[in-house]
């Protein structure tokens, strides 16, 4: 009786390893999926590390001198010195 008995255990045994292996917490699924899961939030991670370094870049120049906040001025809101005269090129399709 022993000689049956012990060798459905092991059977029963490697079916629930089995079965956790492919369906449990930690199967093989569910680690790609968080593996696809890791890789999308590095890329997300990598485009704001760039990001950043441009803002502060961008902080840095601000804080070392005026001649970036001209420009930026100059560039988003149309500042103009007084005796300066402003000239715009229009460039037409072809």
Same mark, same amino acid.
């Given at each position: 009786?022993?000689?049956?008995?012990?060798?459905? %255990?092991?059977?029963?045994?490697?079916?629930?390893?089995?079965?956790? @292996?492919?369906? =449990?917490? &930690?199967? #093989?699924?569910?680690? $790609?999926?968080?593996?696809?899961?890791?890789?999308?939030?590095?890329?997300?991670?990598?485009?704001?590390? %760039?990001?950043?370094?441009?803002?502060?870049?961008?902080?840095?120049? @601000?804080?070392? =001198?005026? &001649?970036? #906040?001209?420009e930026? $001025?100059?560039?988003?809101?149309?500042?103009?010195?007084?005796?300066?005269?402003?000239v715009?090129?229009?460039?037409?399709?072809?």
């Amino acid at each position: 009786m022993a000689h049956r008995f012990i060798p459905g %255990l092991l059977i029963a045994l490697l079916l629930v390893v089995h079965a956790q @292996l492919w369906f =449990g917490r &930690g199967s #093989v699924p569910s680690v $790609a999926s968080l593996k696809q899961q890791v890789q999308q939030q590095q890329a997300a991670n990598a485009v704001a590390r %760039l990001r950043n370094d441009q803002i502060a870049n961008e902080v840095r120049d @601000l804080q070392e =001198g005026l &001649g970036m #906040v001209e420009e930026l $001025a100059r560039q988003e809101l149309g500042m103009v010195r007084p005796n300066e005269v402003f000239v715009q090129f229009a460039q037409r399709a072809p």
